[in-house]
């Protein structure tokens, strides 16, 4: 089977030059790492925030955005680089709570609302593979469009059509006009169900074990899922898809799966942030997730060709730690809180724009 | 190139968008709309976001796929603009004044963009998306810490930080608007307006005729043999970035003028997805352009823009015009992806 070549056999190989190249690939592939240490740490410092604070924000954000994280390593095993269309499994789970709400459902709520976004997701999913399927070597740049294109759609769903072509047996949660849902959904049913099992506190800090245990083991299955035979076709199409389909992969089959995989990862990740917040913000609770599950992956030591799920977990950690410190930062260090934010946008969008310049830097060395 | 060969090459959207707009029409006819107004307003609207348009022609042609980092050379013009409303220029020539400003904040911004867009070989459109969008927290730093002394620019309260919309009615709204304006049975022809974006529009013409436009779409057509025939790859790249940077420099002065607001902080963003629909509708690929097709693009989408703001208000909600706007301009884009995808394929 295929084996990843790892910087110590370069070495073997020999050469100056291989040495180079196995030097700026260590480099490169922890730099941006450890550039979030350094800024965490000096933000943390200027911050005064208390270490008890952030280390409850950070575990809070662990268990909110584990799963949507782990959403995104898939299509990139298959070479698809990053999945910017994980909105539409976030819309998915979003329409699946307005709709139990909507129709009333009494009995066997939690199960309702599952079964729902499962379903919707998995049609979804199917949908955008089979989209990425005619945009080979486009991938990211349609996933950001259809991911735009999916929240026009369901805006016109839930702005339009709710009350306008069909009518809702729950009124409560329409506009005043009877047309349109409202823009906030109070989940009180919901609300941290799951995050009080098993919760202990450590030392001040308010442990949830149930939860942590569930986005650690969707990790470890994701990572065994990838050595099972099923997986490495996937790693197979991700190296070379034109020679897996000569071996007897049928490579746009994988590729319509694992978007279908990643759109359900995606729908359970928001479930369980759903849930832990308690509110549902119908128009704007699913945006920019994209952007933030991507680029703390990124923060982890991911490139667009390469994610483990060590990466995953740590660029959690250590993205949602500066995104925690830095408005207060901003705020002791230029007395002004907006510069803390516009630093925490900069940082989202400009981890992935450095990522894909480093790695196609990286390609031209390689090949 | 001969009209009736180009509306051969019409592919569905462009009949879809233009059936649709046939539609909306004679919708707003029988809601008794006054069909002159909407069609002088309509003239504007061409004039308005036609430069924006046209500034994407560079590096599209040079292989470099749809600037979907638009907004860099946008806020670059906007840097230029802020300069000339703090010195106090004003008319005509204060409004010339804003653009030779612009044009040289746009040159230094274009040549690090390019810099950093010659990097992404091959995937400059979802590289630039995301150059893009981390140049606007970057440029909301100096938005806040400028030290601008106008005070029509900054916050009322505190004079820190420029406003995020300044009102340019002591400046120099309308100025290109109102030039030479001819009028012809209820019809205004803004003669002002189209001269100044005809010119742009014959210039862009001109470099993409010139030896070093040649050049440039011999990169675009094909990169590999343009290099082993000796074309500075590199070289006529950052150039084209430049050149784009400052068209759209100069595109954002003409909207703003005609706007009369002057937008800054997050609002660039929302001004690339419309612009870069406008030129698929037209007809481009997504490796070549042409100039008419971003005259009947940006003409197609505009109209619609324009005409489904009071149709929505008057039939549906008002909210409806603002989704199908979004839905048909990412749509679009979505559909030309798709197409160029099928081309490359049987390639």
Redesign the interface.
Known sequence: MVSYYTPSLLVERGGNMLKMQSLIKHISTRFVPLLFIVCSIIGLLASGLSVHFVANEVLNRFIRNGVMILALIIPIKAGM?INFSVTVGAMCAQAAFISVVAMDINRFKGISVLVIALLMSSVAGYIIGL?LN?????E???T???G??A???Y??VF??CVG?LFAVPNRDILLSRG??IRNLIDLVDFRGVLENLLAVDIAGVHVSVFMIGLVLMVGFILHYFIETPFGQEIRCVGMDAEKSNKVGINSEGIRIKVMMLSTVLATLGHLIYLQNIGMLNVYTGHLKHEVFASAALLAGGATIKEAHIKHAFTGLILFHTLFIVSPQAGQELFN?P??GE??R??IA??T??FA??MN??EN?INT | MNIVVYLKQFKEPQWIIGLFLIILVWIAGLLDMSLTTLFNESLIKLAMNGVLVLSLLPMLNGGMGLNFGLSVGITSGLVGMCIGINMGLSGLVGFLGCIIFAIGVACIIGTVYGKLIIQLKGREEIGGTFIGLSFIPIMNFFWTLVPFSNRQMLYPIGGKGTRPRIGLRPYFAGVLDQLWVVEISGIKLPLGLFLFCGLLATIIICILKSRYGRGLIAIGENEQFAEASGVDIEKLKIRAVIFSTVIAAIGICVYVQSYGFLELYDAPLTMVYPAVSALLIGGATNKRGFVFQVVIGTYLLQSIYLLSVPIANQLLLPEISEIIRSIIANGIILYALIIGGKRWKHA
């Open positions: 680089g989209v005619q945009v080979k070597g486009k990211m740049i349609t950001i469009i259809i735009f294109l929240n026009s759609v805006q016109l702005l339009v306008g047309i349109g002004n907006a510069l516009y630093f946008s900069f969008y400009g992935i724009a894909l310049i196609l830097k031209d």
